[in-house]
Structures are given as C-alpha cells and as structure tokens.
Nanobody, 124 residues
Framework: QAQLVESGGGLVRPGGSLRLSCAASGFGFENFPMAWWRQAPGKEREFVAAISWSGQTTFYADSVEGRFTISRDNAKKTLDLQMNSLQPEDTAAYYC?????????????????WGQGTQVTVSS
C-alpha cells in the first residue's frame, strides 16, 4: 500500500526558509513523477511544484517560481522542497503525491492516498 509521510513544516517569518521532505513507501517511487501540492484554509488544493521520475525536469507554479526548488532521491525514496523567501501567502498544509504531468494540467494520481501533510505558517 502506497504511503506518503510529509515533514519539515513549521512557523517562519516572512523572508525565511524551510525545507520540506516526503518519505514514500509501498510503490515504485522511482517510476513516477512526483509533486508538491498545498491547501490553505478555505481554499482548494493547488499545485506547487513537480519533478519527473528521473529528476531531470522540474515544473513550478508561477507563484513559487524562483523561490522554491523541488528535488528527489530515488535511492532513498524521498522528495524534498526547499522554500526560500517565504511569504504569508505561502501559508498552507503541504502534501506530496505521485502526479501525472504528461499534459498541460497536472493531476494527482489516485493510487496513493494523501498523507497527513505538513503545516507551513509564514507570519511575523
């Protein structure tokens, strides 16, 4: 059974940095594109960043381009998100998920359930 466990969130001041991690198990992690998604209170879940199975190609939402960096370690089955220059609008619960990035719209894959997420709060 696919399992995703996110960690690394916390409270940070505007302009600060955090590094999120996702530990995957129960599926062939190295075979799937992966992505970070986030959901703020009262809002729909939105795409943040994605990475191809090989790690050679990355994609970012316009709102985080240039500030966030996604990476993966297929040997360790981990996915990371380095977040710099954080702003209050980045406040949300962050989730990792295998994601279909073959089209112009990205879809989280249903075979893996959402993890518990990790909360990021940006506030002074």
């Amino acid at each position: 059974q696919a399992q995703l466990v996110e960690s690394g969130g916390g409270l940070v001041r505007p302009g600060g940095s955090l590094r999120l991690s996702c530990a995957a198990s129960g599926f062939g992690f190295e075979n799937f594109p992966m992505a970070w998604w986030r959901q703020a209170p009262g809002k729909e879940r939105e795409f943040v960043a994605a990475i191809s199975w090989s790690g050679q190609t990355t994609f970012y939402a316009d709102s985080v381009e240039g500030r966030f960096t996604i990476s993966r370690d297929n040997a360790k089955k981990t996915l990371d998100l380095q977040m710099n220059s954080l702003q209050p609008e980045d406040t949300a619960a962050y989730y990792c998920k295998p994601t279909d990035i073959s089209g112009s719209v990205y879809y989280p894959m249903d075979f893996a359930s959402w993890g518990q997420g990790t909360q990021v709060t940006v506030s002074s």
